[in-house]
Each structure stands twice: as structure tokens, then as C-alpha cells.
């Protein structure tokens, strides 16, 4: 049953935008499927799609970049709502959950488990999340609503000329949908869903309009709510579904265009996510597959972000300027239960072994890029532009000592960022871009680019305080740390030839990078930490080069398209994260050298009317190829083991078939199958055995039925229940706890468009 609170909230978000959406009251037109090939009427033509993956509009298989565009359409009518739901469907693209909202994303095994991000991730070209310190904001990609969305496009390979740090293994670009001065348009949604073992249902609630406000000026607004149910109980509570998760956020965005070449776009985005639980389950004797024993509330965690872009186009003649302006403040709230860690030592003391760990750490960023854009001649194509990046982090914890079973305050283990003074990490970046293609011919052109990058990043650890067991109750000073300016420079080159209109095949050497940096950490108490207990204090950047082939086109009158692409990628200096026993703490360290080599292919065809079978499969190799450093606490590996969570084997079929029912009424079936191989977990210290996930297959289905301007949609996601540990092992404490995969989820929601 649905409480009181949920019903309000739901009942308050409805009240909120029901203004909005009675003041929509005209129908949408049918729209005409013009692709299909009139030669055959039981044919249809697979349908040209635009991107802007290189900062500027290209058909997809023009782009000389490996590269995956999602639809809304596809995603909404998927119950597909966040990135945890959809990375199956991107080759290469690997997604582990961790705590409160935390996720590992890789692209093509680039990445060393909850370190610093290898993935960028932008917003209408704002880059989101920190770089800086291994902080938590980075690696909490914003929770966009498809129905916010025109696409998402995910690049694979490194893109450190044209999208800067940590897009050294690749990008997914957020393309929002731009106001329309045509017309008035909108739409709104309800839909509640079930999971297996699940403490109540889902809900989600989700509108969007378009509004023209004379000639020049139009905005667009959407609002979306969903309950995310819990399907994991705490026996130690005897709490249900403590993994529950809450989302409320928003975007308005407003486009004035008082000339035809001129154009300002302004944006607001808010989110807000709050989970009531840890998603963990405890590998622990007497304990069922989806059961885990914590402390009450340790688990609990909200995110609350807001940001703000600005961008302006302006055309000059035959050039284009762009700027893109934004702002985010990110802030990040967390609860986490250390008792199988410190509750051993501080028993004897104080008879208890409750010790929760409390983080809370806010980022501000400021971004601001300047581009140009401009064919010099007909044989040239210039880009030029500059880039400066400010963010600030501000970084505490608190780690009491209380009591099991009510949640008493006893005493306090650690104080961090006490007495107004808080743990900072500040990064600067200055840099300036430039790529060049030139058209030796129609068909035959080479792009060239580099990126030019200064950062600077220091640290300040505010004052700490350790009571017994593990200090002397004193108080460290306030220490600050200087991290040395590093110069990074990045660079493209691909040559690119069109065999025909329908075939293009390609060359690409690119480079990547991480900014360096040193101090506070995930889990460590403030960089005097390091001293303490005996771990690096700084690590340097790391870089990546991709050297890659590959080929797209149309096939068969372009009933099938493919993309396919060998690729090589030599990774050095890589950032680990480190785990150290004697203060229960991670930070970020240096490793050697390791590889990524693998193929990628993926299919598209429409053999029939209303028929799309979409598939793709990836083998990835990727290994150390160094010994991973010796010395005390750090993680042991030997030249050609696998990188934490890559995967060798992975591969998706999709197959959806719509057909008409009546002249207004259609009714649509599809499913999906997706397989990931075996992956190993994060590497382990001496004495320590390595783990290793199992290898899983997973169905899902989905059904709709569409009535003029009406459809509802029913899905059934890991159809089988299929039960999968994701991480877990050595480097997560406790070890014995594991992310899992969702359980079986039914999904069911009603949809009007205007």
C-alpha cells in the first residue's frame, strides 16, 4: 500500500504542474512514416539520425567516432528512466553500483573501480561532477528524465581533445530537448511498477511542455517524481525494501531568438535523490539472498543538485560562435555503517560495536567554453576554442560511536571539518582547442586536433580529531598542500574516407587524461591521514592513447546499417584506489601501465514493416601490463591480470515489432536480451583472494498500446528474476556486502502527449 507521505507528495507534484498542462489543449498531428520505401511496401528504410558527438551536426555513420544515440521514445517506453536501466544497450558501456548513489561507469574496461571518473558526462556540452580528489560528485552522474531528453549520445575511446579531463575512456553526452517556436506541445505520464520482494510499489509521475510566447520566444519545462521501491530487508532493524530511493527534479529552459542567426538558450536544472537504505546485501551466514544486517539509518543518503547554463550562438558570416556557460552546486549527503571495520576495536571500551560514518561534501563548478567554428575556403574546416573550469569542494566526516540497538550516542571515534573548518579540494583548468579538418577530396578528408590543458589543484585538511582507541583526543592543525601545475596537452588524428553516400570507413589516434591530485579521499580522515598511517599523500595524472580502425554504413538499400571498430588503447601512470587496513580508510594512488584492446560491432535492421531488430557484441581485452607497485596496504597485481570490472564477452539483441489494430489504434511487442561476462572485482592486498562475477544473461519485455494521442505501456525487466552479485570483495567494506542486480520488476504506465 501506498503511504500517506507518498500519496501527498504525489498528490503536491500533480497540484504543481496541473497549470501547466490545462493550459495545453490542442492534439498532436499523425505523423507520417516517410521512410519507407515505396518500391516495397513491406520494407521500410532505417531512418538518418543527427549528432553532435563532435560539436557540430553530422549524420551518425559521418562521424568518425565510435558512437551510440538513445531516443526518449525508445528509454520512456522501456520504463528505462535512469542510467542504471539502459547501459545494456551501449556496446562497451559497463555501470557498477555502489553506495548512495555512487556508480563506476566504464567504456571499453577503462577504469579502476571508484576512483577518480574515466567517463565524462556533460549537459548540453556543461560538464557535471568532480574531478578533483577522488570526491564522491564524481561519480554521480546527474538523473536526467527521458522526456527532458532529444538524445543521448555515448562516445567511446578517449575524447580529451575536444571534452577535457576525465573523458579518457569515453563521454555520454545529455542532448536536451530546445524549446520550439512552432507550436504548443506537451505530454504527462503515470505509472507504478513492482519488484520482486519488494516492500510497496514504484510510482512515477512525469510531465512536459512546450510553449511559444510570441515569435522569438519559447519555453520549455519538465517535471518528473518516481519512488524507486526497496527490495532488500534489514534483519538487524527488521526494516523492508531499506533500499528505497526517492527522485523529485525538474528543467525549464527558455530560447530568445531575436535574430535568425542569433540565438540565447538559458536552463535551470534541479534535482533531488534520497535513498532510506543501504543497496547491499551481507554475504553472511543465516542470512537470506536479498538481507542485510546494519545499523538503522546508517544506509541513508540524499543528493541534491542544481545547475545552471547559459549558451549563445551567433552566426558571423559563414563562421559560427558558441559560448556555454554554466554553473552546478552539487551536494552530497551520506550514511554508512563501519561497524565491521572499527566495532572490533572499540568494543572492549565502550560495549558496543555501532559506528556509522557520516559524510557530507558540497561542490560549486563553474565552467565557461568559447568556440568558433568556420570553413576557411572550400577545403577547410576550422574549430577554435577555449575552456576554464573552477570547482571547489568542500569535504567533512563524522564517525560516532552508538548503540546497536537503539541508536544512542556514546561517544565520537572521529570529528573531521570540525569548528567551521572543512577538508577543501579546489581544481583549476585553463585550457585552449583547436581541430582541423581538410577535404583532400569529396570523399577523402584527415581531421587534426590538440588540446592544450593547465590545472592546478591543491588541498587544505581542516581540523581532525581522534578519540581512543585510535588518537590521543588532540586535535590536528589545519594542513594545506600544494599539488605542482601540470601541462597536459591531447590530440586527435583521423583520416576518414567515404567508400559511397552509404559507406564510410576510418583511422583515429586520440589521447585522453585525469587531472593529478592528493589529500582527501573517500573514507580517509584528512590528508595528514597519509602520515599517519602510512599512505601515498599525492598521485599524478594519468593518460590514455586509443589507436583505433573502423567502418560504418547502410547495407541492403539501407535495410541494414552497421558500426564496427578494432581498437587499441595504451593506458599509464593509471590512479588506483587504494584500500588501508589500519585506518579502515581508501585514497588514490599511482599504478604502472595497462591495455584495452577489443572489438566492437553493432547491427540495425528493418526487414519488415514495423519490425526493428537492433544487436550489438563487444570482446574486450583489458590488463595491466605492469606490476601493480609494492609496498604496505596497497592492492597486489601481476602484469596481464584483468582490470577491476571489465568485461571480455558482452553482447544485446533487441527485437520490436508494431503492427496496426485498428486505423487510430497500434499496438507494439519487444524484448531484450542481454549478456555480461564474467568480471573481477577490485584488486585485492596481500593474503587477500581475489573476487571474481559471475558471468549473467538477462530478459527483459515490453508491450504497448498507442490510441491517437493515448498509450500505455507495460514492461517486465529480468523477466527470469535472475539474482547476480555486482561487487563485493576485497577494497569494499565490509567485504562481505554486494550490490545485486535488480529482481524481477513489472512496470505499468499511461501516457497522453498534446
Not at 529552459?253 to 534535482?271: E, N, T
Not at 589529500?519 to 586509443?546: H, L, M, Q, S
Not at 517486465?716 to 539474482?723: D, E, G
Amino acid at each position: 500500500m501506498y503511504s500517506s507521505r507518498h500519496v501527498l507528495r504525489c498528490v503536491t507534484f500533480v497540484a504543481l504542474c496541473s497549470p501547466l498542462f490545462a493550459a495545453v489543449a490542442a492534439e498532436n498531428g499523425s505523423i507520417s512514416d516517410s521512410s519507407k520505401d515505396a518500391t516495397s511496401p513491406d520494407r521500410v528504410q532505417l531512418s538518418e539520425v543527427v549528432v553532435t558527438a563532435e560539436k557540430r551536426e553530422e549524420r551518425l555513420m559521418d562521424v568518425p567516432v565510435p558512437v551510440t544515440a538513445l531516443t526518449p521514445q525508445t528509454l520512456v517506453e522501456s520504463n528505462q528512466t535512469k542510467l542504471q536501466d539502459y547501459f545494456s544497450s551501449v556496446p562497451g558501456l559497463n555501470l557498477t553500483p555502489a553506495i548512495q548513489g555512487v556508480q563506476n561507469l566504464t567504456i571499453r574496461g577503462i577504469g579502476f573501480g571508484f576512483a577518480n571518473p574515466t567517463t565524462g558526462i556533460t549537459v548540453d556540452d556543461v560538464p557535471y561532477g568532480s574531478a578533483a580528489g577522488g570526491l564522491p560528485t564524481g561519480l554521480a552522474p546527474p538523473d536526467l528524465d527521458p522526456d527532458d531528453l532529444a538524445r543521448i549520445e555515448v562516445l567511446r575511446g578517449p575524447q580529451g581533445t575536444l571534452y577535457g579531463a576525465s573523458s579518457m575512456g569515453g563521454l555520454i553526452r545529455y542532448v536536451t530537448a530546445e524549446p520550439s517556436l512552432d507550436r504548443m506541445s506537451g505530454a504527462v505520464q503515470a505509472g507504478t511498477s513492482f519488484v520482486e520482494n519488494g516492500a510497496e510499489p514504484g510510482y512515477n509521475f512525469r510531465g512536459s511542455l512546450n510553449a511559444p510566447l510570441g515569435d522569438t520566444f519559447a519555453i520549455r519545462a519538465n517535471a518528473f517524481t518516481r519512488q524507486e521501491a526497496g527490495f532488500i530487508d534489514n534483519i538487524q532493524t527488521g526494516q523492508k525494501g531499506v533500499n528505497q530511493e526517492e527522485v523529485l527534479g525538474g528543467h525549464v529552459s527558455a530560447l530568445w531568438r531575436p535574430l535568425q542567426d542569433l540565438s540565447i538558450k538559458l536552463s535551470v536544472l534541479y534535482q533531488d535523490n534520497k535513498g532510506f537504505g543501504q543497496a547491499e546485501v551481507d554475504n553472511l551466514p543465516g542470512l537470506g539472498r536479498l538481507q542485510q544486517s546494519r545499523l538503522r539509518d546508517s544506509g541513508r543518503f540524499e543528493r541534491k543538485l542544481q545547475g545552471y547554463s547559459l549558451v549563445v550562438k551567433d552566426k558571423i558570416g559563414a563562421a559560427e560562435l558558441t559560448a556555454v556557460s554554466g554553473y552546478s552546486i552539487d551536494h552530497n549527503y551520506t550514511g554508512f555503517d563501519l561497524s565491521a571495520v572499527y566495532g572490533p576495536f572499540v568494543a572492549p571500551i565502550y560495549g558496543t560495536v555501532g559506528i556509522p560514518l557520516i559524510t557530507d561534501s558540497d561542490e560549486r563548478k563553474l565552467t565557461q567554453e568559447i568556440r568558433l567554428a568556420m570553413p576557411i575556403g572550400t577545403k577547410i574546416d576550422w574549430l577554435l576554442g577555449g575552456f576554464y573550469s573552477n570547482e571547489k569542494v568542500k569535504f567533512g566526516q563524522y564517525a560516532p560511536i552508538e548503540a546497536v540497538d537503539t541508536g544512542a550516542h556514546i561517544a565520537d571515534l572521529l570529528r573531521n571539518c570540525s569548528e567551521g573548518s572543512c577538508n577543501v579540494s579546489n581544481l583549476d583548468e585553463l585550457a585552449a582547442f583547436t581541430d582541423i579538418t581538410y577535404h583532400f577530396t569529396d570523399r577523402f578528408d584527415v581531421q587534426v586536433g590538440g588540446r592544450e590543458s593547465k590545472i592546478r589543484q591543491w588541498t587544505t585538511a581542516g581540523l581532525t580529531q581522534y578519540w581512543p582507541p585510535f588518537g590521543d583526543g588532540s586535535i590536528s592543525p589545519v594542513l594545506p598542500t600544494s599539488v605542482p601545475t601540470a601541462n597536459v596537452f591531447t590530440f586527435l588524428v583521423t583520416p576518414r574516407f567515404k567508400v559511397s553516400e552509404d559507406l564510410m570507413v576510418y583511422a583515429r589516434i586520440a589521447s585522453g587524461y585525469q587531472p593529478g591530485g592528493g589529500g582527501i579521499v573517500p573514507g580517509g580522515a584528512a590528508n595528514n591521514g597519509c602520515i599517519r598511517f602510512n599512505y601515498p599523500c599525492e598521485y599524478k595524472p594519468d593518460k590514455t592513447k586509443n589507436y583505433e580502425i573502423g567502418a560504418k554504413g547502410n547495407l541492403l538499400g539501407r535495410l541494414l546499417s552497421f558500426d564496427t571498430s578494432i581498437y587499441y588503447i595504451d593506458w599509464q601512470d593509471l590512479q588506483l584506489n587504494e584500500y588501508n587496513n589500519m585506518c579502515g580508510c581508501t585514497f588514490l594512488a599511482n599504478g604502472g601501465g595497462a591495455k584495452s584492446e577489443g572489438v566492437e560491432l553493432s547491427l540495425q535492421s528493418r526487414p519488415a514493416t514495423g519490425l526493428t531488430i537492433s544487436s550489438w557484441f563487444t570482446y574486450n581485452r583489458a590488463v595491466l601490463t605492469d606490476d601493480l607497485p609494492a609496498g604496505p596496504s596497497l592492492a597486489v597485481g601481476a602484469s596481464g591480470a584483468a582490470l577491476p570490472f571489465s568485461v571480455k564477452w558482452s553482447g544485446n539483441l533487441s527485437v520490436s515489432q508494431t503492427f496496426p489494430l485498428t486505423d487510430a489504434m497500434s499496438a507494439t511487442v519487444g524484448g531484450n536480451v542481454g549478456y555480461l561476462g564474467a568480471r573481477p572485482g577490485l584488486f585485492p592486498v596481500e593474503g587477500e583472494t581475489a573476487t571474481t562475477f559471475p558471468a549473467y544473461t538477462k530478459v527483459d519485455l515490453r508491450a504497448q498500446l498507442a490510441y491517437q494521442s493515448w498509450t500505455a505501456a507495460f514492461s517486465v525487466n529480468n523477466v527470469a528474476n535472475k539474482y547476480a552479485q555486482v561487487t563485493g570483495g576485497p577494497g569494499f567494506f565490509p567485504e562481505y556486502s554486494a550490490a545485486v542486480l535488480q529482481p524481477r520488476t513489472l512496470a505499468l504506465s499511461l501516457r497522453k502527449t498534446f
